[in-house]
T-cell receptor
């Protein structure tokens, strides 16, 4: 399965600022997703990152708040904009490589604290 | 009603016990069922996946799916302290669609 490098692993940010999270994969992948995991909660899908076009956002998530780029088949970024303490979460990149469900892999996550 | 329901626990068992983790779901379109293990401060790692109904065994782990009841289970035999983690069930309609997760069950295996 694919190996994901997600950066930064953690950050503490001031409210009102923005943070860009990077997801680099060691091979070309079919699909890339971004999830949020709030403290003590499960994973919630933010959006599907589409290569060469706008991301597909889930209900409750908007492009102005969470702009996503995917310039090629191995790289994507998620930006958390105009942050507030409510954005404190773990953000996870997930990819699907090849066919079959055993291809769903997760990065180690970015632990974000907004103060 | 959430699409996937999972008791968050926490669940605490002695070493060597058999652990049973469960999820129920409401959408009959789900076809692939997965169990992920997440250690603290790490991303989820895939433990097992099952297509449609049936059982699948891998070492100390057994996954069961009952589509008629919309119920899936993960059994851990001879549990070890290293099994202490959060276990998340996840499911999808078809390949290459996003995973839908349960809330996760926090398991502690006490030596």
């Amino acid at each position: 399965s694919a190996v994901i490098s997600q950066k930064p692993s953690r950050d503490i940010c001031q409210r009102g600022t923005s943070l860009t999270i990077q997801c680099q994969v060691d091979s070309q992948v079919t699909m890339m997703f971004w999830y949020r995991q709030q403290p003590g909660q499960s994973l919630t899908l933010i959006a599907t990152a589409n290569q060469g076009s706008e991301a597909t956002y889930e209900s409750g998530f908007v492009i102005d708040k969470f702009p996503i780029s995917r310039p090629n088949l191995t790289f994507s970024t998620l930006t958390v904009s105009n942050m507030s303490p409510e954005d404190s979460s773990i953000y996870l990149c997930s990819v699907v490589s090849g066919q079959g469900t055993d291809g769903y892999t997760f990065g180690s996550g970015t632990r974000l604290t907004v103060v | 009603q959430k699409e996937v329901e999972q008791d968050p626990g926490p669940l605490s068992v002695p070493e060597g016990a058999i652990v049973s983790l469960n999820c129920t779901y409401s959408n009959s379109a789900f076809q692939y069922f997965m169990w992920y293990r997440q250690y603290s401060r790490k991303g989820p790692e895939l433990l097992m996946y099952t297509y449609s109904s049936g059982n699948k065994e891998d070492g100390r782990f057994t996954a069961q799916v009952d589509k008629s009841s919309k119920y899936i289970s993960l059994f851990i035999r001879d549990s070890q302290p290293s099994d202490s983690a959060t276990y998340l069930c996840a499911m999808i309609h078809s390949g290459n669609t996003p995973l839908v997760f349960g809330k996760g069950t926090r398991l502690s295996v006490i030596a």
